[in-house]
């Protein structure tokens, strides 16, 4: 059973492991606002707007592809699709720049454009930076529109700050504490396994070794969208304290660098590069699109091993070495070690 908000009111559904979010909204509670276009998490058709409560107690909202979010990840987090932003008649800014700005024809991108511009306009006051074309441009780069062209969308953006604020703003409100109690549950389910720590990672994966590993699904879910695989059992590793760190390091030949958690998301690390490794974190401002770059991991990237990977030639440059853990045990190596070849990287057993 899945517990979340959708928004603002609390939902209890069960969904089999590997149905996406879109899924769940379209098929399951009939919330058809938000559109399947790709199903692959190019188009952006489907963008909504996923909250967790951040350090300071305060919801944080980013956009995701639903097509490709697995909807157990909603587990404990606020969800919010078009259908929840406007107050009767009063429209949130997001949608009338884009009236103002005849930014819609067809509309069939229009929800998920105006989901991420939902998720610019609400991040303004945490970060208190300006809208810049580039910041705008990175928002939207993951929303593709074959008819209105993009002058107009973009001009709606631009004037979101022209337009009255929303009476009242729902989505900060939402009770972190009942939010939290459903985390504690994300152990019980069976077939979606949540584990919170890596020692029950382990354990699980010992005990389901057939049962995939997920962490953002921005490659594993295509296998479910594109192949038509079924997963009876999938393993979540983004709820695991361990693997959420970023941590400053020495290593033994006494080289300092950092320690990245395999479950952290790019948008998550994007600081660390902004400050440390510009370089990188330029080639990163180029992957995906803000909705991939806000779920996707270096881990996935890396236990993918894709020849087209970007990060994987960064980090053999890096010289980057890997802490891997397995039921069998632990083991540190160099990373050119690890990819063995496309797409078959060298599993986590010890020396
Ligand atoms: C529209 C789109 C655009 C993209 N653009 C780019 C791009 O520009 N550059 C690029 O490099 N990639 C791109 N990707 C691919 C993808 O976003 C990245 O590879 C991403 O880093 C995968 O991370 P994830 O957390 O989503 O992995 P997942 O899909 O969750 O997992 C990927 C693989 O890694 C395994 N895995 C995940 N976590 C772990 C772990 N902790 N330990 C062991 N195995 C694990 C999974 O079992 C799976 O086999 C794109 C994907 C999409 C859909
Ligand atoms: S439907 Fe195209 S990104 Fe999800
Ligand atoms: S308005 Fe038709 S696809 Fe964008």
Not at 46 to 62: L, P, Q, R, S
Not at 100 to 117: K, R
Not at 289 to 309: D, E, F, K, M
């Amino acid at each position: 059973m899945i517990h979340f908000q959708l928004n603002g009111q609390p939902r209890s559904v069960a969904a089999t492991p590997d149905t996406s979010v879109l899924e769940l909204l379209r098929e399951t509670l009939g919330q058809v606002g938000t559109k399947e276009g790709c199903a692959s998490g190019d188009c952006g058709a489907c963008t909504v707007a996923v909250g967790d409560v951040n350090d300071t107690g305060k919801m944080h909202y980013h956009s995701a592809n639903a097509c490709i979010m697995p909807a157990h990840q909603l587990q404990g987090r606020s969800l919010v699709t078009v259908e929840g932003l406007a107050d009767g008649d009063n429209l949130h800014p997001a949608q009338s720049a884009m009236v103002t700005c005849h930014a819609s024809q067809c509309g069939f991108c229009t929800p998920g454009i105006v989901m991420s511009l939902f998720t610019l306009h609400e991040a303004q006051p945490e970060t208190l930076t300006p809208l810049t074309p580039e910041r705008l441009e990175a928002a939207l780069g993951g929303n593709l529109c074959r008819c209105t062209g993009y002058r107009p969308i973009r001009d709606a953006a631009l004037s979101m700050a022209d337009h009255p604020a929303p009476r009242y703003a729902w989505w900060h409100n939402v009770s972190a504490p009942e939010l939290a109690a459903h985390i504690d549950s994300t152990s019980a389910d069976e077939h979606f396994v949540q584990p919170t720590t890596l020692a029950a990672l382990l354990a699980a994966r010992k005990r389901y070794p057939e049962a995939p590993l997920v962490a953002g699904g921005t490659d594993l879910w295509l296998n479910v969208t594109q192949n038509l695989k079924r997963y009876e059992r999938v393993i979540d590793v983004t709820r695991v304290d361990e693997l959420l760190g970023i941590e400053a390091a020495t290593l033994d030949d006494g080289r300092k660098g950092w320690w990245i958690g395999a479950a952290v998301t790019y948008t998550r690390l994007m600081p660390l590069l902004d400050e440390r490794f510009p370089g990188f974190a330029h080639l990163l401002h180029r992957l995906g699109s803000a909705q991939i770059r806000n779920r996707g991991t270096l881990g996935g990237n890396i236990a993918n091993a894709s020849p087209i990977g970007d990060t994987p030639p960064v980090l053999l440059a890096l010289e980057a070495r890997l802490w891997l853990a397995g039921p069998e045990g632990k083991r540190e190596l160099a990373l050119d070690e690890f990819l063995l070849t496309t797409k078959r990287p060298s599993c986590a057993r010890t020396k």
